[in-house]
T-cell receptor, first 112, second 112 residues
Framework: GENVEQHPSTLSVQEGDSAVIKCTYSDSASNYFPWYKQELGKRPQLIID?????GEKKDQRIAVTLNKTAKHFSLHITETQPEDSAVYFCAASTNNFNKFYFGSGTKLNVKP | NAGVMQNPRHLVRRRGQEARLRCSPMKGHSHVYWYRQLPEEGLKFMVY????????ESGMPKERFSAEFPKEGPSILRIQQVVRGDSAAYFC??????????FGPGTRLTVT
């Protein structure tokens, strides 16, 4: 089955700096890659997603890049703010979306 | 349009009792996923259901665990004869198209 690995497990940045979180996956059939943000004690919320026919997608301060050949995808947050502090999860799914495999999470701390 | 609802939010059971977790998807959503999350860990896929059908239950233990999504009413995750290791947060997510998932607030199960 699919194996999604996520790094780093914790990330501390200064407000205004950029943050990058990386994920790798093992199943070449995976072609949909969402990212979720989970604040302490709350539900995961989708922040951005990318399909395999696209190499990069941006939404304001958030961008995701995908390298299908190398089987890795990354989340980039620019101009970080304290409210970006949360746990971020990457995930991968195949075309039939029968199941989603999640990474182990990255705890991002943005210091004011 | 109300979001995904889960109840109860907190559930305490003694070892050997049954736990029933309910998930009401968003209006118009016919796809439901259940996940389990241990503290400081990622989300682990358990089961994917569509109305009246289990599509993929490969992430769910074969014993003691069952799930349903009837034509009317919420999806239910049932854990029989709970053990301490079942203590976790259980999240459901609903989707209109099996792609973009909207998570509920979770049920925190504690087995004493």
């Amino acid at each position: 089955g699919e194996n999604v690995e996520q790094h780093p497990s914790t990330l501390s940045v200064q407000e205004g700096d950029s943050a990058v979180i990386k994920c790798t996956y093992s199943d070449s059939a995976s072609n949909y890659f969402p990212w979720y943000k989970q604040e302490l004690g709350k539900r995961p919320q989708l922040i951005i997603d990318i399909r395999s026919n696209v190499g990069e997608k941006k939404d304001q301060r958030i961008a995701v890049t995908l390298n299908k050949t190398a089987k890795h995808f990354s989340l980039h947050i620019t101009e970080t703010q304290p409210e970006d502090s949360a746990v971020y999860f990457c995930a991968a799914s195949t075309n039939n979306f029968n199941k989603f495999y999640f990474g182990s999470g990255t705890k991002l701390n943005v210091k004011p | 349009n109300a979001g995904v609802m889960q109840n109860p939010r907190h559930l305490v059971r003694r070892r050997g009792q049954e736990a029933r977790l309910r998930c009401s998807p968003m209006k118009g959503h016919s796809h439901v996923y259940w996940y389990r999350q241990l503290p400081e860990e990622g989300l682990k896929f358990m089961v994917y259901l569509q109305k009246e059908n289990i599509i993929d239950e490969s992430g769910m233990p074969k014993e003691r665990f069952s799930a349903e999504f009837p034509k009317e009413g919420p999806s239910i995750l049932r854990i029989q004869q709970v053990v301490r290791g079942d203590s976790a947060a259980y999240f459901c997510a609903s989707s209109p198209d099996s792609r973009e998932q909207y998570f509920g607030p979770g049920t925190r199960l504690t087995v004493t």
